[in-house]
């Protein structure tokens, strides 16, 4: 490739048309939000919530779907549902979003910080082995950027240990591992629809199990302590108002049409990406595990290597591609256990090296990029080659 200026220093970039914006609607969602607002129920209640409770618990073959207004409280209410307190542990993994540990700290219980695979991102079981006390009651594996974690290493493991397995599943909408959709693989499995998440209504979250009475348990949760076949005022259990609203339901269900396509669209687009990326010294992206038979790629994810690029930092790297059109980020630049509500002793850590690594080396792209046209891909090819070929210039 011959040498052209870098577009931070003024010259041409390689990309000026823009990427495809998110979220992505058309008239089916503008159909259903008028279908509510024509119902005149619009809160919980709407027959919208049950027939999107319905179609996202069949899409991922569960039995059950209980949906609630984030994927935070989704956490909360499994946690509670599963009894767990002041005085338990819940070994979660340090590199995420800190909603996934400051659940367990909200219902009163102890993150447990156990380390990540540094091919896969995701929670390591040896390091879940590790990090098992006797006050371990649970563990919450994060499918981060949408990859699967390892559950034929993880489960068996929490078996043995007497485990409950919380899915974090708020970035895989539509992910598989060895032919089953995560979700329900392990007792419950929460999602987000948060406006950045692959089905979005802006807000909204989801539990899925195949466990009828725990099912039971976070309705109640979620539903001011009622029991599903009691009268509204009658309170058999402490709970609270969760309830997703028709508005959010409606959209969600529109998403949830064009949702297969998109999955398949993000991971053609993504397996492209990778067969570039493989020639790229310097650039590792994230190991796609052969039994992820669907990987969602809420995130795009690479490690980059500073010494592969004459030791030009991630931060100069990050900017160059910027200012080419490509939009990518650091992600998180501290593992949890260095945010200050999750700092010891409200947290116990175990040795975290390769969370460490990552907070060091990642660079990520969002999923709305990966529904360009495939031949867009190669932009980012482009801009990746110009910014190594010009690597002088920005040190």
């Given at each position: 490739?011959?040498?052209?200026?870098?577009a931070i220093h003024g010259g041409q970039p390689v990309r000026s048309q823009p990427w495809p914006?998110?979220?992505?609607?058309?008239?089916?969602?503008?159909?259903?939000?008028?279908?509510?607002?024509?119902?005149?129920?619009?809160?919980g209640y709407d027959t919208a919530v049950e027939e999107f409770e319905t179609a996202f618990a069949?899409?991922?073959?569960?039995?059950?779907?209980?949906?609630?207004?984030?994927?935070?409280?989704?956490?909360?209410?499994?946690?509670?549902?599963?009894?767990?307190?002041?005085?338990?542990?819940?070994?979660?993994?340090?590199?995420?979003?800190?909603?996934?540990?400051?659940?367990?700290?909200?219902?009163?219980?102890?993150?447990?910080?156990?380390?990540?695979?540094?091919?896969?991102?995701?929670?390591?079981?040896?390091?879940?082995?590790?990090?098992?006390?006797?006050?371990?009651?649970?563990?919450?594996?994060?499918?981060?950027?949408?990859?699967?974690?390892?559950?034929?290493?993880?489960?068996?493991?929490?078996?043995?240990?007497?485990?409950?397995?919380?899915?974090?599943?708020?970035?895989?909408?539509?992910?598989?591992?060895?032919?089953?959709?995560?979700?329900?693989?392990?007792?419950?499995?929460?999602?987000?629809?948060?406006?950045?998440?692959?089905?979005?209504?802006?807000?909204?979250?989801?539990?899925?199990?195949?466990?009828?009475?725990?099912?039971?348990?976070?309705?109640?949760?979620?539903?001011?302590?009622?029991?599903?076949?009691?009268?509204?005022?009658?309170?058999?259990?402490?709970?609270?108002?969760?309830?997703?609203?028709?508005?959010?339901?409606?959209?969600?269900s529109a998403g949830l049409a064009r949702l297969d396509d998109q999955l398949q669209r993000r991971?053609?687009?993504?397996?492209?990406?990778?067969?570039?990326?493989?020639?790229?010294?310097?650039?590792?992206?994230?190991?796609?595990?052969?039994?992820?038979?669907?990987?969602?790629?809420?995130?795009?994810?690479?490690?980059?290597?500073?010494?592969?690029?004459?030791?030009?930092?991630?931060?100069?790297?990050?900017?160059?591609?910027?200012?080419?059109?490509?939009?990518?980020?650091?992600?998180?630049?501290?593992?949890?256990?260095?945010?200050?509500?999750?700092?010891?002793?409200?947290?116990?850590?175990?040795?975290?090296?390769?969370?460490?690594?990552?907070?060091?080396?990642?660079?990520?792209?969002?999923?709305?990029?990966?529904?360009?046209?495939?031949?867009?891909?190669?932009?980012?090819?482009?801009?990746?080659?110009?910014?190594?070929?010009?690597?002088?210039?920005?040190?």
């Open positions: 490739m011959t040498k052209s200026t870098l914006s998110w979220p992505q609607w058309d008239e089916s969602e503008r159909a259903g939000l008028l279908a509510v607002l024509e119902r005149g129920e619009w809160g069949a899409r991922h073959a569960a039995q059950h779907c209980v949906t609630t207004v984030n994927g935070s409280t989704t956490l909360e209410t499994a946690l509670r549902a599963l009894d767990i307190g002041p005085g338990d542990e819940v070994i979660v993994p340090p590199y995420t979003f800190i909603a996934t540990a400051a659940a367990v700290r909200i219902v009163g219980a102890t993150p447990v910080f156990a380390d990540v695979d540094i091919e896969s991102w995701n929670l390591s079981a040896e390091a879940v082995a590790a990090a098992v006390s006797p006050r371990a009651k649970a563990v919450i594996p994060v499918h981060f950027g949408g990859l699967p974690v390892d559950f034929d290493a993880l489960l068996p493991l929490a078996r043995r240990h007497n485990l409950h397995v919380i899915e974090d599943a708020a970035h895989a909408h539509g992910s598989s591992w060895s032919g089953n959709p995560v979700g329900a693989l392990g007792k419950t499995g929460s999602f987000s629809f948060q406006s950045s998440k692959n089905l979005t209504a802006g807000e909204g979250g989801a539990l899925l199990t195949n466990d009828a009475e725990l099912a039971e348990r976070m309705w109640s949760i979620a539903n001011c302590g009622r029991s599903t076949e009691g009268p509204g005022y009658e309170h058999p259990n402490l709970g609270t108002n969760l309830r997703l609203g028709g508005w959010q339901a409606a959209v969600l991971m053609s687009n993504a397996r492209r990406l990778r067969a570039f990326l493989v020639e790229i010294d310097g650039l590792t992206p994230q190991r796609w595990d052969p039994r992820a038979d669907a990987h969602s790629h809420h995130l795009f994810l690479m490690r980059y290597d500073a010494d592969a690029f004459g030791g030009l930092p991630r931060r100069q790297f990050i900017s160059a591609l910027r200012a080419e059109n490509i939009p990518v980020s650091p992600l998180y630049s501290r593992p949890l256990y260095r945010q200050p509500p999750l700092v010891e002793p409200f947290s116990r850590v175990t040795p975290c090296p390769n969370s460490e690594r990552l907070c060091q080396q990642a660079v990520s792209i969002s999923q709305n990029i990966l529904l360009a046209e495939p031949d867009e891909m190669d932009d980012i090819a482009r801009a990746i080659l110009k910014v190594r070929e010009n690597v002088g210039a920005l040190l």
